[in-house]
């Protein structure tokens, strides 16, 4: 599917939301029909004074949905609990099914992944129960979130094109919409869909944005994330700009674990931007923040981006120190692809170098990490670029050519015009060590146009 198309169109949520809407009126109208009879009334008699018999009948047909108001006026003439006529559960059920959600939310929040997952699944069925749209619609965004932790991606946006169709109903607020939507968008970006992940979150923003509801902490995240996708567009104003905006919300909110992740994304912009301190400085305070909050995996992932950072700011032997302590946080943690991206970074380092040998046993070593994760593309193609320029530099031209290519293939896929640039200046090297000038001249001049083409 291209990048650019909506994975759900309007039409098709708006049409799921129309049949789940019928679907919804016809087990009303049921249980009312089975209620009235069990009681031993007439469709006039349960009218009363107040509807005409055809009104009843239309409710038991489920030709029209009654207002929150004759729901409650029907229960009370059938002694049952209105909860239960609109949707099949009493509130006392509805608030076990709340209790369960609310566990299932905690384990997620506090990253106890598998316990949530577990906690998630054995609700499912409750909650269906309920037939309660906004229960299910918690529900599938929590195991959609779970999901993309563990890098079950596909699967994570299966259930949020359910959320999606269920938040097209008018009970929802813009605001639950707007956060399908943007979790909808970190899926997509998982999965490299750039352009439809910015979709998604400028839609997310516009709903925020228009509430009356306080959405701080969710328009912080949409625009941390937005940021992200700028910057692999290297649109590094647009990052800028947006990571500033939700550094402000954050900031204002004093929520420590925002302040933490978009110190996070202003650090990456900085870094990309060339701005080396400035970056350094933010991602010290991330990294302040995450040890306050106990978050050793991002403790990890900051160590990562600190030993390339010191690195370029011409201390290798810092770096290097940083980079080892990554590598053991995030293996202990679990991380086991994230520790890959570290030791991607040592490879880049013992490049850099001159250390060409340890270069090459990293980098092959951060690839079998990360084999096969679609998720850590992203790692994978300047992985690639790193062995391709280590065989390289010894001579191993063939074997050079072919994982230059494999890195070209990549960057193909994540549509990065940076990653593709970087790979035709390598393999224009190596047809250059070939002595095919004319070869290494086109490729330098297609990496040059590309670059010409990004936005600063």
């Given amino acids: 599917m291209s990048s650019t198309t909506p994975y759900v ?13 019928a679907q919804a009126g016809l087990r009303l109208g049921e249980r009312l029909r089975q209620l009235r009879v069990a009681a031993g009334l007439t469709q006039t008699d349960l009218a009363g004074d107040r509807f005409s018999k055809e009104y009843v009948s239309q409710i038991e047909r489920g030709k029209t949905r009654p207002t929150r108001e004759t729901i409650g006026w029907l229960a009370e003439r059938l002694g049952v609990d209105p909860g239960f ?3 099949g559960v009493s509130a006392d059920e509805r608030g076990r099914v709340d209790a369960a959600l609310a566990r299932a939310d905690a384990l997620l929040e506090a990253r106890r992944n598998d316990e949530a997952l577990e906690e998630f699944e054995n609700v499912r069925s409750a909650v269906l129960a309920t037939g309660l749209p906004e229960l299910e619609a918690r529900a599938l965004s929590g195991e959609a979130t779970v999901r993309m932790r563990r890098s079950e991606v596909r699967e994570a946006i299966a259930l949020l094109e359910r959320a999606r169709a269920l938040s097209e109903s008018s009970t929802f607020s813009d605001i639950e919409r707007a956060d399908v939507l943007f979790r909808l968008g970190v899926a997509r970006y998982k999965l490299n869909s750039i352009q439809t992940a910015i979709g998604l979150f400028d839609e997310a923003l516009k709903l925020a944005e228009r509430s009356e509801i306080p959405s701080d902490h969710l328009r912080s995240n949409v625009l941390a994330w937005r940021s992200r996708c700028y910057r692999r567009r290297r649109d590094l104003e647009a990052a800028r700009e947006d990571v500033e905006r939700a550094l402000e919300l954050a900031q204002a909110l004093g929520d420590e674990q925002t302040m933490a992740s978009t110190y996070f994304q202003a650090s990456m912009v900085a870094e990309r931007m060339g701005h080396w301190v400035l970056a350094r400085s933010y991602a010290e305070r991330a990294k302040a923040y995450c040890e306050q909050l106990n978050d050793e995996r991002n403790v990890g992932r900051l160590l990562n981006n600190l030993g390339g950072l010191n690195f370029q700011l011409g201390k290798p032997e810092q770096a290097i120190e940083q980079l080892k302590d990554a590598y053991r946080v995030l293996l202990d943690k679990g991380s086991e692809a994230e520790a890959a991206n570290v030791v991607s970074s040592l490879a880049h380092v013992h490049l850099m ?27 994978i193609a300047p992985t690639q670029l790193v062995l391709g320029r280590a065989l390289l530099e010894q001579g191993r031209l063939d074997e050079a050519q072919e994982t230059l290519s494999a890195a070209e293939a990549s960057a193909d896929q994540l549509e990065s015009i940076s990653h593709r640039a970087a790979a035709w200046l390598a393999q224009g090297d190596l047809a250059g060590r070939r002595g095919e000038d004319a070869t290494a001249a086109r490729l330098y001049r297609k990496a040059a146009e590309a670059l010409q083409d990004v936005r600063f």
């Fill in 85 to 87: 006529l609109a949707n």
């Fill in 9 to 21: 169109s309007d039409s098709t949520a708006t049409r799921q939301q129309r049949v789940l809407a």
């Fill in 353 to 379: 170098t001159g250390q060409v040998q340890s270069a090459e046993e990293e980098a092959r070593h951060a690839l079998q990490l990360l084999h096969d994760r679609e998720d850590f593309l992203v790692d």
